[in-house]
Nanobody, 124 residues
Framework: VQLQASGGGLVQAGGSLRLSCAASGRTFSTLAMGWFRQAAGKEREFVAATRRSGENIYYAGSVKGRATISRDNAKNTVYLQMNSLKVEDTAVYYC??????????????????WGQGTLVTVSS
């Protein structure tokens, strides 16, 4: 699966961004999709994920209530809407795809394809 993330940028604290991730190479509706992020000097961490149908959605506690993950299977795209952004949300955001039958939403090892990352910088 090839993944292309976009939508990052510089935003002030309290602002919003919508990240997009376009997939190709597999039938998108068969993939579980996730968003992770990695801040400078830190490990990659889970942000949000959705099952193939989009009905089951999972969020990290740090973004719950501020983030919305959604997918459009007709467009082979998954989105991450981030609101009320905080300085600590600054990171490179990665989308990931999983074909695993034993998929665990917040486990990086469950994903076999990763996008290139898009940088989100939140200024105070």
């Amino acid at each position: 699966v090839q993944l292309q993330a976009s939508g990052g940028g510089l935003v002030q604290a309290g602002g919003s961004l919508r990240l997009s991730c376009a997939a190709s190479g597999r039938t998108f509706s068969t993939l579980a999709m996730g968003w992770f992020r990695q801040a400078a000097g830190k490990e990659r961490e889970f942000v949000a994920a959705t099952r193939r149908s989009g009905e089951n959605i999972y969020y990290a506690g740090s973004v719950k209530g501020r983030a919305t993950i959604s997918r459009d299977n007709a467009k082979n795209t998954v989105y991450l809407q981030m609101n009320s952004l905080k300085v600590e949300d600054t990171a490179v955001y990665y989308c990931a795809a999983s074909e695993s039958r034993s998929w665990i939403p917040d486990d990086v090892r469950a994903y076999n394809s990763w996008g290139q990352g898009t940088l989100v910088t939140v200024s105070s």
